[in-house]
């Protein structure tokens, strides 16, 4: 709902907002709708989209930057067609600009609907491992049965039924990072994930450092994704044994929020959080 000369800008968590990905709403008239995506004249070097990047805003939909003489691509909606263009926002934001989960957003208004709703957040705390671990082997039928099995695991490590935000996955705070858990559509396997650092300085040196992270780390495993570091490990699904993992959970937490402050200084990058939340 925008009524007439309302304005919105949906950008991304960054040091330097004002030159980082963002998409810009407004609706000139009642019943009108137009958006900017930002382009290469407005972002900064590191945020700067290589040539398939470029042609990819256009295959989604976008009018390139100089098809109407503006700077950034751009589009026009009724206000009508808004699944249109929250599905083409959704599209841009993670598989052009790379925001990896709407955590990471944030809105010069409204900045209250990209945050989850407290009262069903597990609590912010590290996962721990059960004195009896449950060994029991279930063959999960397909992914919806898969993410019973896990939600149900997950209200048991952390007490309280887990968040399972719009992407599909569970969202976990833990201390100054966020872990996430997918279950892939094949069912075989369920993913712990978290981004440890943010707008890393230095490629190069980046994939160094995480090679020999990955030549000593025993389970886990570092990847670097345009200026992000993640770090994954993956619970075989076939069959889902909780014990298995309930080990993920509690090594992925465990590293990513042990490392990241060290490794974003190592990398002169940031956290996800700047200090933890208690």
């Known amino acids: 709902m925008m009524d007439s000369g309302a304005e919105l800008r ?6 330097d907002d004002d030159e980082s990905p963002f ?29 398939s990047q470029l042609a990819q805003m ?16 751009s589009g026009e909606w009724s206000q009508d067609q808004t699944d249109e263009l929250a599905g083409l926002s959704v599209a841009t934001m993670r598989d052009v600009y790379g925001v990896l989960h709407p955590v990471f957003l944030t809105a010069d208004q409204l900045a209250d609907v990209l945050q989850p709703p407290g009262p069903s957040e597990p609590p912010y705390r590290a996962a721990a491992l059960a004195d009896t671990p449950d060994t029991h082997a279930v ?3 397909d992914a919806a049965g898969l993410d019973r099995m896990v939600g149900v695991e997950l209200a048991r490590i952390y007490g309280s ?8 996955d569970y969202a976990i705070r833990v201390g100054s990072t966020m872990v996430f858990v997918r279950i892939p559509s094949d069912a075989k396997e369920v993913i712990a994930f978290s981004a440890v650092v943010h707008d890393v300085s230095g490629r190069s040196r980046a994939a160094e450092v995480l ?19 993640f770090v994954s490990m993956s619970a075989l699904a076939q069959p889902f044994v909780p014990a298995h ?7 992925v937490a465990s590293v990513a929020d042990s490392i990241d402050d060290h490794l974003a200084a190592t990398l002169q990058g940031r956290t996800t959080f700047s200090t933890p939340e208690e």
């Open 10 to 15: 949906l950008g991304m968590l960054a040091p």
């Open 23 to 51: 998409i810009a709403y407004d609706c000139p008239a009642l019943g009108r709708l137009v958006a900017h995506a930002s382009s290469n004249a407005v972002l900064a070097d590191d945020y700067q989209l290589a040539a």
């Open 58 to 73: 256009e295959e989604l939909g976008w009018s390139s930057p100089t098809a109407d003489g503006s700077e950034n691509f």
């Open 139 to 141: 063959m999960p039928t």
């Open 161 to 168: 039924e887990p968040f399972h935000d719009s992407e599909g």
């Open 211 to 229: 090679n020999d992270l990955n030549s000593e780390s025993r389970w886990v495993r570092f990847w670097l994704v345009r200026d992000k570091v």
């Open 245 to 251: 993992f309930q080990q993920v959970i509690h090594e």
